[in-house]
């Protein structure tokens, strides 16, 4: 993957995907991102990691997107939010994700994943179910997961982080909304953070 000074971008950067950024108030802080981008163009899912599910599946829809390159700052949540463990991040990742996903017509995720991660997502609520895996990538296979987006599932995984209210609200006029995770599960001010999408 190609770096350029702090920024590292690969060819489907260029293909004006979407980016779900996990920020500071001010945003000038990242917490976490992730890239999510329509099965109806060019993906990672079925230019590299074709083999990792069945022959017979077609996964290109206007309705399933791929959600790519998932990841989280674990230093700085340490230093300000130091209540909050790496893995309840990532599972407030995968709710923001959810919650966008469903605001935005979006109905199924797909995503590729070592084995390690499935725990993470099953924690966060979320309903994956794993179509299949393939060794000769690296070290360890590499899982392709469907990941069903309703109100429903979006409402259990609200329910799994402790929320009772939305952390992901469709940005307007470029403002950030001022969505945390509950003072229950961290002890910061809560207008410190929000997650916005940017197109």
């Not at 909050?84 to 919650?99: C, T």
């Not at 987006?149 to 001022?178: C, F, H, S």
Request: charged content about 25%.
């Amino acid at each position: 993957m190609p770096v350029l000074g702090e920024v590292e971008r690969g060819r489907y950067d260029d293909l004006k995907p979407a980016y779900l950024a996990w920020t500071d108030k001010k945003q000038k802080i990242l917490y976490g991102s992730l890239r999510f981008m329509p099965t109806t163009g060019a993906t990672l899912l079925n230019d590299v990691f074709r083999k990792t599910f069945p022959a017979n599946f077609d996964l290109c829809y206007p309705g399933i997107w791929e959600g790519t390159r998932m990841c989280i700052d674990v230093e700085k949540i340490a230093q300000d939010y130091p209540d909050l463990l790496p893995r309840n991040a990532m599972s407030w990742m995968l709710l923001g994700l959810g919650e966008c996903a469903l605001a935005h017509g979006i109905h199924t995720l797909i995503s590729n994943y070592e084995p390690h991660m499935k725990p993470i997502n099953q924690r966060s609520g979320a309903k994956l179910d794993e179509i299949g895996r393939h060794d000769g990538y690296g070290k360890r296979p590499v899982c392709c997961g469907v990941f069903d987006v309703t109100k429903e599932v979006v409402e259990n995984m609200r329910l799994k982080n402790g929320q009772t209210e939305a952390v992901y609200k469709r940005p307007m006029a470029g403002i950030t909304p001022d969505i945390v995770p509950s003072s229950r599960e961290r002890n910061v001010d809560e207008a410190s953070c929000g997650i916005a999408i940017a197109v």
